[in-house]
């Protein structure tokens, strides 16, 4: 991809599944310093204990508000995002109404992306040679807003047609890594989404199993070939 170009889609989906609240939270939008440099972050609120909503929440707050202040040339390099997401760490465990959460961020910029992640959430990039899971090998515990989570980074080189997908587990369980993989790479933008969500859903009630949230950013419009997964 040729420097200078922006990503024209951003798209996402996110609701509560099984509860009324969505415990999942995102956040995509440009650097303001760079407009070609996109910046996303996906967290997971842990479930079952208190401040799982906020934890997510904050996470996702702290990682743009860091990201935003930091230039745009330093988040090219995964030790910048290990600062930003050990920031939001700390910022979830020094709230006292906040519980635990997963957390990844990233940037796209001039052909590659970079980021990093802790717990089960996931980055798929899909490019026209491959699909490659980003984010495996990632630590889930101790979790975001412990104060001591641990960050795995990743970075990967983009080609002309390339897509990133981040999601939550409530995805990934429920509709299947391929399946997955292969609506991303066969469903334009929101359409994508939709897909997958209808996946996830019980088939008799139409209920989600869990909190569904997809955040698809995609160089163009145009469909890619669908290649072998490779985790």
């Keep these: 991809m040729k420097e200078g170009i922006r990503v024209v889609e951003v798209h996402a989906i996110s609701e509560p599944g099984g509860h009324p609240v969505n415990e999942d939270a995102y956040l995509c939008e440009y650097h303001p310093a760079a407009p070609d440099c996109w910046l996303c972050c996906v967290a997971d609120g842990q479930g079952g204990r208190a401040g799982g909503e906020r934890a997510a929440r904050l996470a996702c707050q702290s990682v743009m508000q860091v990201a935003c202040r930091t230039p745009a040339g330093m988040l090219a390099a995964a030790p910048a995002w290990d600062f930003v997401l050990q920031a939001a760490d700390q910022a979830v465990a020094g709230d006292p109404q906040a519980g635990f ?19 089960d959430s996931a980055v798929v990039l899909l490019n026209r040679a491959n699909a490659i899971v980003l984010t495996t090998g990632q630590i889930k515990n101790p979790p975001v807003g412990s104060g001591s989570a641990v960050f795995t980074a990743f970075a990967a080189d983009l080609d002309e047609g390339w897509r990133v997908l981040a999601v939550t587990d409530g995805v990934w ?53 669908a290649p072998a997964p490779a985790a």
Excluded: N
């Design 101 to 119: 959460s997963t957390l990844l961020g990233f940037c796209i910029r001039r052909g590659r992306i970079v980021g990093a992640s802790s717990g």
């Design 173 to 225: 369980k429920y509709v299947g890594w391929d399946q997955m993989i292969g609506e991303a790479q066969s469903h334009l933008g929101q359409a994508a989404l939709g897909e997958m969500m209808g996946l996830a859903r019980l088939p008799r009630s139409g209920e989600l199993q869990d909190d569904f949230t997809a955040v698809l950013v995609a160089a163009s419009a145009e469909p890619i070939a």
